[in-house]
């Protein structure tokens, strides 16, 4: 475990993580965001690595949610899945 932890530290060395605010609607939180570099904080705000600060559109916000759902492997939650868009 220790050794993964390491390996994963090397990968993010040159992570900047920009905060994400939705412009309308909510992030999905998955069971596993693998496929990105993505962290849902509260409904509307996420970490999003690589990025700048920002307010993004809805079609993004979207965009988010199809990731968070394909890289799901059991499971994803939300707030309230009536106001995520996808």
């Known amino acids: 475990m220790q050794l ?4 994963l530290r090397k990968q993010m060395n040159d992570a ?3 905060i994400i605010k939705a412009s309308e609607g909510q992030f999905i939180v ?3 965001f693998s496929n ?3 962290l849902p904080l509260s409904p509307t705000i996420c970490f999003l690595s690589q ?3 920002a307010v ?8 988010i949610n199809r990731l ?3 890289s799901s492997y059991e ?12």
């Open 75 to 86: 499971y994803y939650f939300a707030n309230d899945l009536s106001k995520c868009l996808m």
């Open 36 to 38: 990105a570099r993505i």
């Open 51 to 53: 990025s700048d600060d």
């Open 68 to 70: 968070a759902v394909e």
């Open 56 to 63: 993004i559109s809805n079609k993004k916000v979207a965009y």
């Open 4 to 7: 993964n932890l390491f390996e």
């Open 16 to 18: 900047r993580w920009g």
């Open 30 to 32: 998955p069971d596993n």
